[in-house]
């Protein structure tokens, strides 16, 4: 589909996956606007991205925030969530502001959207939520961002029917190498991501630039709604 005379508003697209959702927007001739919390992040991403991409500073899972970054961006006609700030460690022993920050980014994240930012999505105009592998396949130390990918699963099935003709949808990724792993070292990282490369039916962890393919896939196909799309490499399987 012809983005060229679409605004495309990606909060989270200072880092990754909507880093690279950014990129491949801007590539395709979309107007492109970024969020996120660090001004930092948001301005070395505006580098990185050669310029042609607006910024603006909100923490999605703060109502005043967001409500004011909404009322900052203007009309907008798609919206990507890649919000996430994540802790993987037992839930019985995970610090409250840790679950806060998570619940920011991947629960109040999605809310704040629908109730500032709707008003300002434009006819034919979607929304695409980030879900993740850990929703189907926890491991110990997941618990968090299990319920919180499941949740947004949910939402979107929901939110598909409660806004309709707005369509809604996530994709929920398997392993993908972003900042998002930073809290590893890189030799750990590396032997994770190795080992679980040889694991995977495709014999490779994913790439940004893949989960950018296909969300710009899941924004413009005016087919698809309420559905979660499973970019993981088989990783589901088995
Ligand atoms: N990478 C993977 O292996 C993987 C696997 C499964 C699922 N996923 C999901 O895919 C999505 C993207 O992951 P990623 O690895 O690309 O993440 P990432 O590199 O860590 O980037 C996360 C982005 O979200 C922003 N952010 C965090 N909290 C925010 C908030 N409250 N308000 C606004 N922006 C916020 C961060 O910028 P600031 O810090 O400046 O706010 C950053 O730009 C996430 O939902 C993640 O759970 C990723």
Redesign the pocket.
Known sequence: MDITQKHIAI??????????IAALALERGARVT?????????AD?RQRLGGGVATI??????AA??AAGFQALGAFDYFV??????TYSPLASMPRDAIE?ML???F??PVHLVQFGLPQLQPGGSIL??????ADRPAPGTAM?SA??AG?EGLVRALAVELAPVRVNA????????????FMDEASRSAFFASLASSLPARR??S?AD?ADAALFALTNPYLTGEVLHV?GGGSLG
């Open positions: 909060a989270g697209g200072s880092s990754g996956i909507g880093f690279a970024i969020l996120g919390r660090s001004e930092a992040k948001l991403a500073p909100m923490d999605l899972g703060d925030s967001a969530s890649t919000a996430a700030d994540l920050r920011a980014g991947k109040w994240g939520l980030f879900s993740g592998l850990a961002v919180l990918n947004v994709i929920s990724p398997g392993v993908v190498d972003t900042e998002g792993w930073a962890i994913g940004p989960l993981n």
